[in-house]
């Protein structure tokens, strides 16, 4: 079974609208950390932003949000204020803290922003 | 800030070279890693090291092998290169789960590989 899943292969998005991208799950491991990546087409991985198992509150850094519903197993990216710049791949990871140190990741979604 | 670096952005080869991918990192990670991506199919692990001389398969080794003889520098090999080894090479380096497993992967800026 798959780690994580990304079922959006590609978004579309109006500059300065909100977007949410989704990512689910699957893991039987109580401590995990759920990561999203920005890929711009010039190649690097960007850290956006990460959410541990057991943080309570939803992760925030600037413009993007984690929306982590446990119970459900997803663990969505939501940018607000979309910009030009955003237009990238986006990778949803996961870490499980007791099986090892591989880092499991998404097929991505790309996301076009229009001006 | 963490720096990962590729020894190359672009690198074109024959097929039956053998290739060497270099990958060195700065801030004192246990583990390193080498991963393929191809359109459509995401990131997907050849290899990694969580130790200098140690490493672990990941999902699609056939056709790489790797090296790590210092703990700053994780070396991919293709053997034998072949056209289906056309792809984005991308190394990634992070701390050992119990020193950080709260901290996330840090990549380079990738090699594009192209075999002829």
């Not at chain 1, 446990?70 to 969505?76: E, G, I, L, V």
């Not at chain 1, 090892?100 to 990741?105: E, I, K, M, R, V």
């Not at chain 2, 672990?56 to 034998?80: H, M, Q």
Request: glycine content about 8%; charged content about 20%.
């Amino acid at each position: 079974a798959q780690k994580i899943t990304q079922t959006q292969p590609g978004m579309f998005v109006q500059e300065k609208e909100a977007v949410t991208l989704d990512c689910t799950y699957d893991t039987s491991d109580p401590s995990y950390g759920l990561f999203w990546y920005k890929q711009p087409s010039s190649g690097e991985m960007i850290f956006l932003i990460y959410q541990g198992s057991y943080d309570q509150q939803n992760a925030t850094e600037g413009r993007y949000s984690l929306n982590f519903q446990k119970a459900r197993k997803s663990a969505n990216l939501v940018i607000s204020a979309s910009q030009l710049g955003d237009s990238a791949m986006y990778f949803c990871a996961m870490r499980e803290a007791n099986t090892g140190n591989q880092f499991y990741f998404g097929t991505g979604t790309s996301l076009t922003v229009i001006p | 800030d963490v720096k990962v670096t590729q020894s190359s952005r672009y690198l074109v080869k024959r097929t039956g070279e053998k290739v060497f991918l270099e990958c060195v990192q700065d801030m004192d990670h246990e583990n390193m890693f080498w991963y393929r991506q191809d359109p459509g199919l995401g990131l997907r692990l050849i290899y990694f090291s969580y130790d200098v001389k140690m490493k672990e398969k990941g999902d699609i080794p056939e056709g790489y092998s790797v090296s790590r003889e210092k703990k700053e520098r994780f070396s991919l090999i293709l053997e034998s290169a072949s056209t289906n080894q056309t792809s984005m090479y991308l190394c990634a380096s992070s701390f050992y789960r119990r020193q950080g497993a709260n901290q996330p992967q840090h990549f380079g800026d990738g090699t594009r590989l192209s075999i002829l």
